[in-house]
Protein backbone atom coordinates (compact mmCIF):
# COMPACT_ATOMS: atom_id res chain seq x y z
CA UNK A 1 0.00 0.00 0.00
CA UNK A 2 1.04 3.48 -1.07
CA UNK A 3 1.52 6.05 1.85
CA UNK A 4 2.68 9.33 1.57
CA UNK A 5 3.71 12.35 3.73
CA UNK A 6 4.25 16.28 3.12
CA UNK A 7 5.84 19.13 4.91
CA UNK A 8 6.49 22.77 4.48
CA UNK A 9 10.39 21.29 3.72
CA UNK A 10 11.70 17.85 3.02
CA UNK A 11 15.36 17.64 3.41
CA UNK A 12 16.84 14.68 1.27
CA UNK A 13 20.27 15.32 2.46
CA UNK A 14 21.67 13.61 -1.15
CA UNK A 15 20.49 16.47 -2.58
CA UNK A 16 18.67 20.17 -1.90
CA UNK A 17 16.18 21.12 0.43
CA UNK A 18 12.67 20.87 -1.17
CA UNK A 19 10.05 23.43 -0.13
CA UNK A 20 6.54 22.41 -0.23
CA UNK A 21 7.23 18.67 -1.00
CA UNK A 22 6.37 14.84 -0.02
CA UNK A 23 7.78 11.56 0.35
CA UNK A 24 6.15 7.96 -0.77
CA UNK A 25 6.85 4.91 0.12
CA UNK A 26 5.35 1.24 -0.73
CA UNK A 27 6.57 -1.97 0.90
CA UNK A 28 8.89 -0.38 3.28
CA UNK A 29 10.51 1.55 0.52
CA UNK A 30 10.90 4.82 -1.05
CA UNK A 31 8.90 5.22 -4.48
CA UNK A 32 8.89 9.01 -4.46
CA UNK A 33 10.68 12.27 -3.11
CA UNK A 34 9.03 15.49 -5.12
CA UNK A 35 7.53 18.43 -4.60
CA UNK A 36 3.66 19.05 -3.91
CA UNK A 37 1.50 18.49 -0.56
CA UNK A 38 -0.08 15.20 0.07
CA UNK A 39 -3.55 14.40 2.20
CA UNK A 40 -1.52 14.04 5.41
CA UNK A 41 0.50 17.34 5.06
CA UNK A 42 2.34 19.15 8.37
CA UNK A 43 2.30 22.17 7.78
CA UNK A 44 4.80 25.14 7.16
CA UNK A 45 6.99 24.94 10.06
CA UNK A 46 7.75 21.14 9.96
CA UNK A 47 10.50 19.67 8.25
CA UNK A 48 10.85 15.95 6.90
CA UNK A 49 14.51 14.40 7.26
CA UNK A 50 16.33 10.79 6.93
CA UNK A 51 15.43 8.72 10.21
CA UNK A 52 18.57 9.62 12.45
CA UNK A 53 21.40 6.33 12.07
CA UNK A 54 22.93 6.43 15.63
CA UNK A 55 26.56 5.03 14.97
CA UNK A 56 26.84 4.56 18.76
CA UNK A 57 24.37 3.60 21.57
CA UNK A 58 24.11 1.07 24.61
CA UNK A 59 20.45 0.88 24.93
CA UNK A 60 20.74 -1.31 28.04
CA UNK A 61 22.10 1.90 29.90
CA UNK A 62 19.33 4.06 28.76
CA UNK A 63 18.65 4.83 33.04
CA UNK A 64 21.99 4.52 34.17
CA UNK A 65 22.35 8.71 34.57
CA UNK A 66 25.01 10.32 36.60
CA UNK A 67 26.26 7.19 37.65
CA UNK A 68 29.92 8.28 38.46
CA UNK A 69 29.83 11.60 36.98
CA UNK A 70 32.79 13.74 37.29
CA UNK A 71 35.07 10.31 38.38
CA UNK A 72 38.33 9.58 36.20
CA UNK A 73 37.44 7.09 33.51
CA UNK A 74 38.83 3.87 35.43
CA UNK A 75 36.79 4.79 38.44
CA UNK A 76 33.95 5.85 36.85
CA UNK A 77 33.89 2.08 34.75
CA UNK A 78 34.30 0.73 38.50
CA UNK A 79 30.90 2.03 39.49
CA UNK A 80 29.01 1.29 36.17
CA UNK A 81 30.35 -2.46 36.22
CA UNK A 82 29.69 -3.04 39.76
CA UNK A 83 26.13 -1.83 38.91
CA UNK A 84 25.07 -3.11 36.29
CA UNK A 85 25.83 -6.62 38.54
CA UNK A 86 22.59 -6.17 40.82
CA UNK A 87 20.06 -6.48 37.06
CA UNK A 88 18.04 -9.12 36.04
CA UNK A 89 18.14 -9.98 32.35
CA UNK A 90 14.28 -9.00 32.84
CA UNK A 91 15.74 -5.19 34.33
CA UNK A 92 18.43 -5.06 31.60
CA UNK A 93 15.22 -5.68 28.48
CA UNK A 94 13.17 -2.84 31.10
CA UNK A 95 16.08 -0.75 30.27
CA UNK A 96 16.69 -1.47 26.92
CA UNK A 97 13.39 -1.09 25.92
CA UNK A 98 13.28 2.86 27.16
CA UNK A 99 16.61 3.33 25.56
CA UNK A 100 14.36 2.56 21.98
CA UNK A 101 11.78 4.49 23.04
CA UNK A 102 13.97 7.27 23.93
CA UNK A 103 15.76 7.00 20.33
CA UNK A 104 12.36 6.81 18.39
CA UNK A 105 10.91 9.83 20.06
CA UNK A 106 14.07 11.71 18.93
CA UNK A 107 13.80 10.81 15.60
CA UNK A 108 16.12 7.48 15.62
CA UNK A 109 15.52 4.64 12.83
CA UNK A 110 18.45 3.11 13.47
CA UNK A 111 20.80 2.29 15.99
CA UNK A 112 24.45 0.46 16.09
CA UNK A 113 24.24 -0.74 19.95
CA UNK A 114 26.64 -2.02 21.77
CA UNK A 115 25.23 -4.55 24.36
CA UNK A 116 25.89 -6.37 27.68
CA UNK A 117 23.51 -8.90 27.62
CA UNK A 118 21.34 -9.25 24.32
CA UNK A 119 18.65 -7.08 26.04
CA UNK A 120 18.90 -4.44 23.17
CA UNK A 121 17.80 -6.93 20.72
CA UNK A 122 14.56 -7.44 22.45
CA UNK A 123 13.70 -4.08 23.16
CA UNK A 124 14.30 -2.77 19.66
CA UNK A 125 12.49 -5.66 17.70
CA UNK A 126 9.35 -5.27 19.95
CA UNK A 127 9.51 -1.72 19.56
CA UNK A 128 10.00 -1.60 16.45
CA UNK A 129 13.94 -0.05 15.65
CA UNK A 130 16.17 -1.14 13.24
CA UNK A 131 19.23 -2.41 15.18
CA UNK A 132 22.79 -3.72 15.07
CA UNK A 133 23.30 -5.77 18.18
CA UNK A 134 26.62 -5.89 18.49
CA UNK A 135 27.14 -8.70 21.31
CA UNK A 136 29.77 -7.58 23.80
CA UNK A 137 32.81 -10.02 24.57
CA UNK A 138 35.85 -9.62 26.97
CA UNK A 139 39.19 -11.26 27.96
CA UNK A 140 42.10 -12.96 26.39
CA UNK A 141 40.85 -16.64 25.70
CA UNK A 142 38.23 -16.43 22.17
CA UNK A 143 37.20 -19.42 23.73
CA UNK A 144 35.54 -17.60 26.75
CA UNK A 145 34.42 -15.31 24.21
CA UNK A 146 33.05 -17.91 21.73
CA UNK A 147 31.35 -19.50 24.68
CA UNK A 148 29.76 -16.11 26.08
CA UNK A 149 29.08 -15.04 22.48
CA UNK A 150 26.79 -18.38 21.91
CA UNK A 151 25.02 -18.06 24.76
CA UNK A 152 24.04 -14.69 24.36
CA UNK A 153 23.01 -15.30 20.89
CA UNK A 154 20.95 -18.27 21.27
CA UNK A 155 17.83 -16.51 23.55
CA UNK A 156 17.86 -13.57 20.92
CA UNK A 157 15.26 -12.58 18.09
CA UNK A 158 15.96 -12.34 14.87
CA UNK A 159 14.12 -10.16 13.00
CA UNK A 160 13.39 -8.08 10.27
CA UNK A 161 14.89 -4.91 11.74
CA UNK A 162 17.32 -6.43 14.02
CA UNK A 163 20.84 -7.97 13.06
CA UNK A 164 23.57 -9.59 15.52
CA UNK A 165 26.86 -8.76 15.33
CA UNK A 166 29.51 -8.78 17.47
CA UNK A 167 31.92 -5.95 19.76
CA UNK A 168 35.20 -6.94 21.31
CA UNK A 169 34.88 -4.43 23.96
CA UNK A 170 38.19 -2.34 23.36
CA UNK A 171 41.87 -3.27 22.97
CA UNK A 172 42.50 -2.82 26.54
CA UNK A 173 39.75 -5.66 27.49
CA UNK A 174 40.36 -7.83 24.78
CA UNK A 175 43.33 -9.51 23.25
CA UNK A 176 44.42 -9.68 19.59
CA UNK A 177 43.02 -13.02 19.48
CA UNK A 178 39.50 -12.49 20.39
CA UNK A 179 39.37 -9.70 17.72
CA UNK A 180 40.50 -12.21 15.34
CA UNK A 181 38.05 -14.62 16.32
CA UNK A 182 35.40 -12.01 15.97
CA UNK A 183 36.01 -11.12 12.27
CA UNK A 184 36.16 -14.58 11.78
CA UNK A 185 32.80 -15.03 12.19
CA UNK A 186 31.37 -12.98 9.08
CA UNK A 187 28.52 -10.76 11.07
CA UNK A 188 29.07 -7.19 12.00
CA UNK A 189 32.05 -6.11 14.55
CA UNK A 190 32.89 -3.41 16.39
CA UNK A 191 34.63 -1.72 19.39
CA UNK A 192 35.84 1.18 21.09
CA UNK A 193 38.99 2.71 20.25
CA UNK A 194 41.27 5.20 21.45
CA UNK A 195 38.80 6.68 23.79
CA UNK A 196 40.89 8.02 26.81
CA UNK A 197 44.67 8.97 27.64
CA UNK A 198 44.38 6.48 30.18
CA UNK A 199 43.51 3.65 27.51
CA UNK A 200 47.16 4.40 25.55
CA UNK A 201 48.65 4.49 29.19
CA UNK A 202 47.41 1.20 30.09
CA UNK A 203 48.55 -0.59 27.06
CA UNK A 204 52.03 0.76 26.91
CA UNK A 205 52.96 1.44 30.32
CA UNK A 206 50.38 -0.50 32.73
CA UNK A 207 49.65 3.00 34.13
CA UNK A 208 46.91 5.63 34.61
CA UNK A 209 43.33 6.06 35.47
CA UNK A 210 42.25 2.41 34.18
CA UNK A 211 44.71 0.76 36.42
CA UNK A 212 41.57 1.34 38.85
CA UNK A 213 40.04 -1.44 37.04
CA UNK A 214 42.85 -3.31 36.72
CA UNK A 215 40.62 -6.83 37.37
CA UNK A 216 39.04 -6.51 33.87
CA UNK A 217 42.09 -5.65 32.11
CA UNK A 218 44.19 -7.69 29.26
CA UNK A 219 47.92 -7.00 29.93
CA UNK A 220 49.56 -4.06 28.33
CA UNK A 221 50.99 -4.42 25.00
CA UNK A 222 53.70 -2.00 24.96
CA UNK A 223 51.85 0.01 22.21
CA UNK A 224 49.42 2.51 22.17
CA UNK A 225 45.63 1.61 21.15
CA UNK A 226 45.68 2.00 17.53
CA UNK A 227 49.38 0.06 17.28
CA UNK A 228 47.95 -2.43 19.09
CA UNK A 229 45.04 -3.45 16.71
CA UNK A 230 47.37 -2.67 14.13
CA UNK A 231 46.76 -6.31 12.63
CA UNK A 232 42.80 -6.24 12.50
CA UNK A 233 41.72 -2.79 11.75
CA UNK A 234 39.57 -2.62 8.48
CA UNK A 235 36.68 -1.75 6.90
CA UNK A 236 34.27 -4.00 8.87
CA UNK A 237 35.61 -2.83 12.18
CA UNK A 238 33.39 -0.21 13.71
CA UNK A 239 35.70 2.27 15.81
CA UNK A 240 33.80 4.67 18.81
CA UNK A 241 35.16 7.39 19.97
CA UNK A 242 38.80 7.67 18.05
CA UNK A 243 39.50 10.47 20.38
CA UNK A 244 43.54 10.80 21.35
CA UNK A 245 44.94 9.98 17.43
CA UNK A 246 48.07 11.44 16.62
CA UNK A 247 48.72 12.11 12.62
CA UNK A 248 50.35 9.24 12.13
CA UNK A 249 47.12 6.81 13.55
CA UNK A 250 44.33 9.39 11.63
CA UNK A 251 46.50 8.23 8.56
CA UNK A 252 46.48 4.24 9.56
CA UNK A 253 42.69 4.49 10.28
CA UNK A 254 42.05 6.45 6.89
CA UNK A 255 44.74 3.70 4.98
CA UNK A 256 42.97 0.77 6.16
CA UNK A 257 39.29 2.33 5.68
CA UNK A 258 38.34 1.84 9.49
CA UNK A 259 35.03 3.40 9.81
CA UNK A 260 34.31 5.42 13.07
CA UNK A 261 31.66 6.69 15.05
CA UNK A 262 32.28 9.99 16.51
CA UNK A 263 30.79 10.80 19.88
CA UNK A 264 31.43 14.61 21.06
CA UNK A 265 29.29 14.40 24.31
CA UNK A 266 30.30 11.45 25.97
CA UNK A 267 34.51 12.09 25.09
CA UNK A 268 33.41 15.74 26.57
CA UNK A 269 31.33 14.94 29.55
CA UNK A 270 33.58 11.71 30.37
CA UNK A 271 36.82 14.53 30.23
CA UNK A 272 38.79 12.73 27.18
CA UNK A 273 38.84 15.38 24.45
CA UNK A 274 37.82 16.22 21.34
CA UNK A 275 37.87 14.62 18.55
CA UNK A 276 39.92 15.16 14.97
CA UNK A 277 36.81 14.83 13.58
CA UNK A 278 37.96 16.95 10.44
CA UNK A 279 41.01 15.58 9.96
CA UNK A 280 39.23 12.59 9.85
CA UNK A 281 36.79 13.28 7.27
CA UNK A 282 40.02 15.47 5.31
CA UNK A 283 41.35 11.79 5.39
CA UNK A 284 38.78 10.40 4.00
CA UNK A 285 37.68 8.28 6.95
CA UNK A 286 33.92 6.92 6.97
CA UNK A 287 32.82 8.77 9.46
CA UNK A 288 28.94 8.45 11.62
CA UNK A 289 27.69 10.48 14.89
CA UNK A 290 26.79 8.40 17.64
CA UNK A 291 25.05 9.74 21.27
CA UNK A 292 26.63 6.71 23.18
CA UNK A 293 24.34 6.19 26.17
CA UNK A 294 23.03 8.14 29.70
CA UNK A 295 25.81 6.26 31.53
CA UNK A 296 28.20 8.90 29.63
CA UNK A 297 25.95 11.65 27.98
CA UNK A 298 22.42 13.27 29.29
CA UNK A 299 20.39 11.41 26.24
CA UNK A 300 19.74 9.61 23.49
CA UNK A 301 19.34 13.12 21.29
CA UNK A 302 21.08 12.93 18.39
CA UNK A 303 20.33 16.80 17.89
CA UNK A 304 22.35 17.68 21.02
CA UNK A 305 24.75 15.18 19.33
CA UNK A 306 25.08 17.19 16.56
CA UNK A 307 25.41 20.61 17.94
CA UNK A 308 28.15 19.67 19.83
CA UNK A 309 29.88 17.55 17.19
CA UNK A 310 29.63 21.16 15.61
CA UNK A 311 30.71 23.33 18.51
CA UNK A 312 33.46 20.79 19.35
CA UNK A 313 35.24 20.78 15.63
CA UNK A 314 34.90 24.73 15.38
CA UNK A 315 36.77 25.23 19.03
CA UNK A 316 39.45 22.45 17.76
CA UNK A 317 40.00 24.00 14.26
CA UNK A 318 39.35 27.45 16.17
CA UNK A 319 37.42 28.44 12.49
CA UNK A 320 33.58 28.62 11.92
CA UNK A 321 33.74 26.47 8.82
CA UNK A 322 35.27 23.83 10.44
CA UNK A 323 32.22 21.46 10.23
CA UNK A 324 28.75 22.94 8.81
CA UNK A 325 25.41 22.46 9.76
CA UNK A 326 24.78 20.14 6.51
CA UNK A 327 28.29 18.43 7.91
CA UNK A 328 26.82 17.30 10.91
CA UNK A 329 23.52 16.92 9.56
CA UNK A 330 25.54 14.23 7.29
CA UNK A 331 27.40 12.63 9.88
CA UNK A 332 24.09 11.94 11.80
CA UNK A 333 22.23 10.49 8.53
CA UNK A 334 24.07 9.35 5.57
CA UNK A 335 27.74 9.35 7.33
CA UNK A 336 26.27 6.95 9.79
CA UNK A 337 25.12 4.70 7.33
CA UNK A 338 28.12 4.65 5.29
CA UNK A 339 30.07 4.02 8.64
CA UNK A 340 27.97 0.86 9.05
CA UNK A 341 28.13 -0.60 5.47
CA UNK A 342 24.94 0.52 5.34
CA UNK A 343 25.05 3.50 2.70
CA UNK A 344 23.21 1.99 -0.23
CA UNK A 345 19.81 1.44 1.99
CA UNK A 346 19.50 4.04 4.76
CA UNK A 347 20.34 7.43 5.34
CA UNK A 348 18.80 9.79 2.90
CA UNK A 349 15.97 10.14 1.64
CA UNK A 350 15.71 8.34 -1.96
CA UNK A 351 13.48 6.02 -4.08
CA UNK A 352 15.19 2.69 -3.36
CA UNK A 353 15.98 3.15 -0.02
CA UNK A 354 13.98 2.00 3.11
CA UNK A 355 11.13 4.13 4.20
CA UNK A 356 12.93 5.31 7.55
CA UNK A 357 12.27 8.86 8.40
CA UNK A 358 11.47 11.62 10.65
CA UNK A 359 9.08 14.31 10.61
CA UNK A 360 10.71 17.28 13.01
CA UNK A 361 8.38 20.39 13.63
CA UNK A 362 10.33 23.76 14.56
CA UNK A 363 7.01 25.48 15.71
CA UNK A 364 7.76 28.31 18.40
CA UNK A 365 11.70 28.18 17.73
CA UNK A 366 13.90 30.85 16.98
CA UNK A 367 14.16 29.39 13.73
CA UNK A 368 10.82 29.49 12.81
CA UNK A 369 9.74 30.76 10.38
CA UNK A 370 12.43 28.43 8.38
CA UNK A 371 15.06 30.24 6.75
CA UNK A 372 17.89 27.92 5.86
CA UNK A 373 16.46 24.62 6.39
CA UNK A 374 19.32 22.66 7.73
CA UNK A 375 20.33 24.98 9.75
CA UNK A 376 17.52 25.53 11.31
CA UNK A 377 16.73 21.57 12.21
CA UNK A 378 20.76 21.20 13.08
CA UNK A 379 20.59 24.40 15.73
CA UNK A 380 16.40 24.03 16.92
CA UNK A 381 15.76 20.24 16.32
CA UNK A 382 14.80 18.35 19.55
CA UNK A 383 13.30 15.37 20.88
CA UNK A 384 10.24 17.37 21.83
CA UNK A 385 10.24 18.43 17.90
CA UNK A 386 9.74 15.00 16.76
CA UNK A 387 6.33 14.56 15.33
CA UNK A 388 6.60 11.12 13.47
CA UNK A 389 8.89 8.56 13.42
CA UNK A 390 8.55 5.81 10.35
CA UNK A 391 11.04 2.77 10.25
CA UNK A 392 10.48 0.09 7.08
CA UNK A 393 7.13 2.19 6.09
CA UNK A 394 5.55 2.05 10.03
CA UNK A 395 4.49 4.58 12.39
CA UNK A 396 7.00 3.83 15.22
CA UNK A 397 5.96 6.82 17.03
CA UNK A 398 3.59 9.80 17.01
CA UNK A 399 3.79 12.35 19.12
CA UNK A 400 -0.12 12.75 19.96
CA UNK A 401 -0.46 8.81 20.97
CA UNK A 402 2.39 7.24 22.25
CA UNK A 403 2.71 7.69 25.86
CA UNK A 404 5.26 4.23 26.77
CA UNK A 405 4.13 4.67 30.08
CA UNK A 406 4.97 1.16 30.94
CA UNK A 407 8.46 1.27 29.29
CA UNK A 408 8.88 4.56 31.32
CA UNK A 409 8.07 3.25 34.76
CA UNK A 410 9.54 -0.30 34.55
CA UNK A 411 12.66 1.22 33.62
CA UNK A 412 12.63 3.49 36.57
CA UNK A 413 11.90 0.36 38.83
CA UNK A 414 15.18 -0.84 37.70
CA UNK A 415 17.05 1.86 38.39
CA UNK A 416 15.63 2.37 41.70
CA UNK A 417 16.98 -1.17 42.47
CA UNK A 418 20.71 -0.26 41.67
CA UNK A 419 21.00 3.11 43.64
CA UNK A 420 19.63 0.95 46.74
ZN1 LIG B 1 30.26 2.64 24.03
Not at 355 to 373: C, F, I, M, N, R
Not at 385 to 390: A, F, K, M, P, Y
Amino acid sequence: MRQAVSAGWVIPVDGPPLRDAHVAWEDGRIVEVAPGRVARHFGEDALILPGIVNAHSHLEYSVYAGFGDGEPFGSWLATHIARKRVLTRDDMVAIARHGAAQSLGAGITTTADYSFSGAAADAAAELGLRAIVYLEVFGADPRDAEQRFLELRAALPEGELVTVGVSPHAPYTCSAEVYEWCLSLGVPVGTHLAESDGENEWLEHGTGSLAAAAEYLVPPTGRRAVDTLADVLGPGLLCAHCVTLDEDEVAALAQADVPVAHCPRSNALLGCGIAPVVALRDAGVRVGLGTDSPASTPSFDPWDEMRASLGGARARERRPDALTAADVLHLATLGSAAALGLGDELGSLAPGKRADLTVLSLAGSPYDPVEDPVVAAVFGGSPSGILETVVDGKTRYLQEETAWQEVRSTASAARRRMLA
